[in-house]
């Protein structure tokens, strides 16, 4: 196996750092006090072929693989992993209208969405059902021009700010078959929004709950197949959960990377403190690890891109190990930064509020361990 980035894949990777540390980074700080960003940068991330990473090049997208696409949210969260992680997500409802649309509902929307003139957002998450999302309760009836929405969704980014919404919503019986996925644009009558939610991290990323109330669709805004809306859903996490992980790895680069740069400026004891051993095998610990997450992460994103049969269990590993990297890296610089680490000065301490979240989102850690755990139990009796 060759483990060395091509010169393609180099290019895409330094492309989306320098543009993170020329556009995103110097104005993170700025955005998270807002709590919001700027619609404004969309289109500038669309212009480098951002805004449809995977959506297919005969439908005017970029056509990444999997693994080039874990590069460019590697590179962005080095800057920002808040900003990084809703491109992510617009990103995942791209590439569903690309793979499940009608020519018409492509036609529709996937031009507005890779041109990143519509943000989207992903609505399958709901107050009561979090880890069991097949026992969602938003209510889909047909009527004489469509479908009528009734429920609401939680943890929505992008709620109340994004220009469109794919919203799993239940057109039939029970159970994942019962589950339809649909598009509703903003400025729907019925279409509402909650309180901005106050967060630990990913604070300059909006998020609301989405409510609706009688919200209706027309008939063709259904996304593919009737019941097949969680089918769907699930077969973007796989690509989810590693640009989540690819979020988390390049956010703790930075910080691993500042504290290098701090502890061979700070003196204590009279010599730097880069010169302690102990501290040294700490640096040694946070490199093999994080050498260690970026294999792993790359082997799970060929995988996936290979249509591995064993694709989704190395995605869930790979994001179990890589997030929790992620963490643990983040909070060991900051302890190694000492008091300092814990102002908002040095970047430090947003890096760790931030990528906290990455260990529930897309599923969390305990539901990738019971993904692998079934996995092996598979494999056994097969």
Same mark, same amino acid.
């Given at each position: 196996?060759?483990?060395?980035?091509?010169?393609?894949?180099?290019?895409? %990777?330094? $492309?989306?750092?320098? @543009?993170?540390?020329? &556009?995103?980074?110097? @104005?993170?700080r700025e955005w998270e006090a807002a709590g919001d960003i700027p619609k404004s940068l969309w289109p500038e991330l669309a212009e480098l072929g951002f805004g449809g990473l995977y959506v297919r090049e005969e439908n005017d997208g970029t056509g990444l693989s999997r693994l080039d696409a874990t590069l460019v949210f590697e590179a962005l969260s080095a800057a920002c992993p808040s900003v990084a992680a809703m491109l992510s997500i617009h990103n995942m409802c791209a590439a569903m209208i690309d793979k499940f649309g009608s020519d018409a509902l492509r036609e529709k929307y996937l031009p507005s969405a890779i041109s990143m003139e519509r943000v989207f957002a992903y609505c399958l998450t709901e107050p009561a059902s979090g880890s069991d999302a097949a026992a969602l309760k938003t209510r889909?009836?047909?009527?004489?021009?469509? @479908? =009528?929405?009734?429920?609401?969704?939680?943890?929505?980014?992008?709620?109340?700010?994004?220009?469109?919404?794919?919203? !799993?919503?239940?057109?039939?019986?029970?159970?994942?078959?019962?589950?339809?996925?649909?598009?509703?644009e903003d400025g729907t009558e019925g279409l509402s929004f909650g309180a901005l939610e106050e967060k630990m991290g990913w604070r300059s990323q909006p998020t609301r709950q989405v409510?609706?109330?009688?919200?209706?669709?027309?008939?063709?805004?259904?996304?593919?197949?009737?019941?097949?809306?969680?089918?769907?859903?699930?077969?973007g996490l796989d690509g989810g959960r590693l640009n989540i992980s690819a979020c988390s790895l390049g956010a703790a680069q930075t910080a691993l990377t500042s504290t290098l740069q701090y502890m061979g400026e700070r003196k204590a004891f009279g010599k730097p403190i880069d010169q302690f051993q102990a501290l040294q095998f700490r640096l040694a610990d946070m490199e093999i690890e994080m050498q260690a997450a970026r294999i792993f992460l790359r082997q799970a994103a060929w995988?996936?891109?290979?249509?591995?049969?064993?694709?989704?269990? %190395?995605?869930? !590993?790979?994001?179990? %190990?890589?997030?929790?990297? *992620?963490?643990?890296?983040?909070?060991?610089? /900051?302890? /190694?930064?000492?008091?300092? *680490?814990?102002?908002?000065?040095?970047? +430090?301490?947003k890096i760790v509020r931030d990528l906290r979240v990455h260990e529930i989102l897309e599923g969390t850690n305990? +539901? $990738?361990?019971?993904?692998?755990?079934?996995? /092996?139990?598979?494999? &056994?009796? =097969?």
């Open positions: 196996m060759d483990f060395a980035l091509t010169d393609e894949q180099s290019t895409i %990777f330094e $492309m989306a750092y320098a @543009f993170g540390q020329e &556009r995103i980074a110097p @104005f993170a889909a009836v047909e009527t004489a021009d469509g @479908f =009528s929405l009734t429920g609401t969704k939680a943890f929505i980014s992008g709620g109340g700010y994004a220009d469109a919404y794919i919203v !799993m919503a239940r057109s039939d019986g029970d159970g994942p078959k019962g589950i339809s996925a649909m598009i509703v409510q609706l109330d009688n919200c209706n669709i027309p008939a063709e805004n259904l996304l593919g197949e009737r019941g097949k809306g969680f089918t769907y859903a699930m077969a995988k996936l891109d290979q249509g591995a049969p064993d694709a989704t269990k %190395f995605c869930a !590993m790979a994001k179990r %190990f890589v997030t929790e990297v *992620g963490s643990k890296t983040a909070n060991q610089c /900051l302890q /190694l930064h000492g008091g300092y *680490g814990y102002l908002s000065d040095y970047g +430090i301490e305990e +539901i $990738m361990r019971m993904i692998v755990a079934r996995a /092996l139990l598979t494999e &056994r009796n =097969s």
